[in-house]
Nanobody, 121 residues
């Protein structure tokens, strides 16, 4: 119904930057919220940032001032600009969307397959 495909992960040195992208496709009626979560080895999946269709953003305290989430509603795409990266940012980053598929009467949660971000010297 709704597919999310991430791109942009990789290996970066501490202090460096990366930009993640996530495009939603399929039979989409509407997308309310989109965002990013991350999961480090042995830890739970945690919120990084979310953004509503109106542009309201929410960030985890650990990334405030370093990460910026943005969204292109026309392209059903969400971005995460990550600056001043730290080793603690190392994790698999998952794209998230709260969306209503064309064949559905309700909003559901959708997840991407994840993209690895490694911050290491």
């Amino acid at each position: 119904q709704v597919q999310l495909v991430e791109s942009g992960g990789g290996l970066v040195q501490p202090g460096g930057s990366l930009r993640l992208s996530c495009a939603a496709s399929g039979s989409i009626f509407s997308i309310s919220a989109m965002g990013w979560y991350r999961q480090a080895p042995g830890k739970q999946r945690d919120l990084v940032a979310t953004i509503t269709s109106g542009g309201t953003t929410n960030y985890a305290d650990s990334v405030k001032g370093r990460f910026t989430i943005s969204r292109d509603n026309a392209k059903n795409t969400v971005y995460l600009q990550m600056n001043s990266l730290k080793p603690d940012d190392t994790a698999v980053y998952y794209c998230y969307a709260r969306a209503r598929a064309s064949v559905s009467y309700s909003n559901d949660d959708y997840w991407g397959q994840g993209t690895q971000v490694t911050v290491s010297s």
